[in-house]
Protein backbone atom coordinates (compact mmCIF):
# COMPACT_ATOMS: atom_id res chain seq x y z
CA UNK A 1 0.00 0.00 0.00
CA UNK A 2 3.25 2.20 0.61
CA UNK A 3 4.07 1.76 -2.90
CA UNK A 4 0.52 2.72 -4.56
CA UNK A 5 0.46 5.68 -2.39
CA UNK A 6 4.18 6.94 -3.33
CA UNK A 7 3.26 6.71 -6.81
CA UNK A 8 0.28 8.94 -6.82
CA UNK A 9 2.52 11.64 -6.59
CA UNK A 10 1.85 15.58 -7.30
CA UNK A 11 2.04 15.56 -11.37
CA UNK A 12 -0.57 12.26 -11.19
CA UNK A 13 -2.81 14.39 -9.02
CA UNK A 14 -2.31 17.43 -11.27
CA UNK A 15 -3.26 15.44 -14.69
CA UNK A 16 -6.03 14.62 -13.02
CA UNK A 17 -7.51 17.95 -12.19
CA UNK A 18 -6.57 19.41 -15.30
CA UNK A 19 -8.59 16.50 -16.62
CA UNK A 20 -11.19 17.25 -15.04
CA UNK A 21 -11.03 20.64 -15.40
CA UNK A 22 -10.90 20.33 -19.24
CA UNK A 23 -13.68 18.13 -19.18
CA UNK A 24 -16.04 20.65 -17.18
CA UNK A 25 -14.75 23.55 -19.73
CA UNK A 26 -16.17 21.28 -22.74
CA UNK A 27 -19.74 20.34 -20.79
CA UNK A 28 -19.90 23.98 -20.35
CA UNK A 29 -19.00 24.69 -23.89
CA UNK A 30 -21.23 22.06 -25.57
CA UNK A 31 -24.25 22.82 -23.26
CA UNK A 32 -27.20 24.44 -25.07
CA UNK A 33 -29.20 27.28 -22.55
CA UNK A 34 -32.13 25.36 -21.04
CA UNK A 35 -34.14 28.23 -22.42
CA UNK A 36 -32.99 28.15 -25.70
CA UNK A 37 -33.86 24.23 -25.55
CA UNK A 38 -37.34 25.18 -24.54
CA UNK A 39 -38.03 27.49 -26.79
CA UNK A 40 -36.86 25.79 -29.47
CA UNK A 41 -39.22 22.57 -27.97
CA UNK A 42 -42.15 24.65 -28.42
CA UNK A 43 -41.55 25.97 -31.84
CA UNK A 44 -41.10 22.60 -32.52
CA UNK A 45 -44.16 21.28 -31.00
CA UNK A 46 -46.24 23.88 -32.12
CA UNK A 47 -45.38 23.52 -35.75
CA UNK A 48 -45.76 19.88 -35.28
CA UNK A 49 -49.39 20.21 -33.85
CA UNK A 50 -50.58 22.65 -36.76
CA UNK A 51 -49.18 20.34 -39.44
CA UNK A 52 -51.37 17.86 -37.86
CA UNK A 53 -54.18 19.67 -37.49
CA UNK A 54 -54.07 20.94 -41.02
CA UNK A 55 -52.47 18.53 -43.01
CA UNK A 56 -52.82 15.15 -41.06
CA UNK A 57 -51.39 11.74 -42.23
CA UNK A 58 -53.22 8.79 -43.68
CA UNK A 59 -51.83 7.11 -40.62
CA UNK A 60 -53.53 10.28 -38.01
CA UNK A 61 -56.56 10.06 -40.29
CA UNK A 62 -57.11 6.14 -39.89
CA UNK A 63 -56.94 7.10 -35.97
CA UNK A 64 -59.44 9.33 -36.41
CA UNK A 65 -62.02 6.94 -38.41
CA UNK A 66 -60.99 4.62 -35.15
CA UNK A 67 -62.80 7.08 -33.18
CA UNK A 68 -59.71 8.70 -31.36
CA UNK A 69 -59.37 12.54 -30.47
CA UNK A 70 -56.06 14.57 -30.22
CA UNK A 71 -55.97 17.21 -27.77
CA UNK A 72 -54.30 20.09 -29.04
CA UNK A 73 -52.77 22.23 -26.53
CA UNK A 74 -51.39 26.33 -26.71
CA UNK A 75 -52.72 26.98 -30.22
CA UNK A 76 -53.87 30.58 -30.65
CA UNK A 77 -58.02 31.23 -31.19
CA UNK A 78 -57.28 32.20 -34.84
CA UNK A 79 -55.25 29.09 -35.33
CA UNK A 80 -58.64 27.42 -34.14
CA UNK A 81 -61.08 28.83 -35.84
CA UNK A 82 -58.68 28.72 -39.43
CA UNK A 83 -58.60 24.75 -38.50
CA UNK A 84 -62.46 24.20 -37.36
CA UNK A 85 -63.70 26.32 -40.37
CA UNK A 86 -61.78 24.41 -42.94
CA UNK A 87 -61.77 20.79 -41.58
CA UNK A 88 -65.29 20.92 -40.36
CA UNK A 89 -65.96 17.05 -40.56
CA UNK A 90 -62.94 16.26 -38.28
CA UNK A 91 -64.55 18.11 -35.78
CA UNK A 92 -65.34 15.01 -33.47
CA UNK A 93 -61.67 14.48 -33.60
CA UNK A 94 -60.37 17.72 -32.17
CA UNK A 95 -60.09 18.85 -29.11
CA UNK A 96 -58.46 22.41 -27.84
CA UNK A 97 -57.19 23.67 -24.36
CA UNK A 98 -55.12 26.22 -23.24
CA UNK A 99 -55.98 28.41 -26.50
CA UNK A 100 -54.46 31.64 -26.46
CA UNK A 101 -56.98 34.49 -27.30
CA UNK A 102 -55.13 37.21 -29.60
CA UNK A 103 -55.95 40.55 -30.33
CA UNK A 104 -58.40 41.39 -32.69
CA UNK A 105 -57.37 41.43 -36.31
CA UNK A 106 -58.23 45.43 -36.56
CA UNK A 107 -56.25 46.31 -33.87
CA UNK A 108 -52.18 46.61 -33.53
CA UNK A 109 -50.73 45.65 -30.24
CA UNK A 110 -47.66 47.50 -29.92
CA UNK A 111 -46.91 46.32 -26.52
CA UNK A 112 -45.83 43.16 -25.33
CA UNK A 113 -47.90 41.47 -23.60
CA UNK A 114 -46.32 39.37 -20.50
CA UNK A 115 -49.57 37.42 -19.24
CA UNK A 116 -50.99 35.69 -21.96
CA UNK A 117 -54.86 34.83 -21.53
CA UNK A 118 -55.73 31.68 -22.33
CA UNK A 119 -59.24 29.48 -22.54
CA UNK A 120 -60.01 26.42 -20.87
CA UNK A 121 -62.66 24.00 -20.68
CA UNK A 122 -63.98 23.82 -17.21
CA UNK A 123 -62.69 19.96 -16.87
CA UNK A 124 -59.32 18.77 -15.88
Known amino acids: MYRIGSTMGPATVHRRWISGCMLAATALLCAVPASAAETSAESSLHQWELRRLNEPTERERAH ?3 GNVYIYDGLT ?5 QAL ?3 FDRIDY ?3 IGTRKTAPADTTNSTVQSNVETESPGCM
Not at 77 to 81: A, N, W
Request: proline share 0%; no cysteine.
Open 85 to 87: NAH
Open 94 to 96: MMF
Open 77 to 81: DREVD
Open 64 to 66: ERA
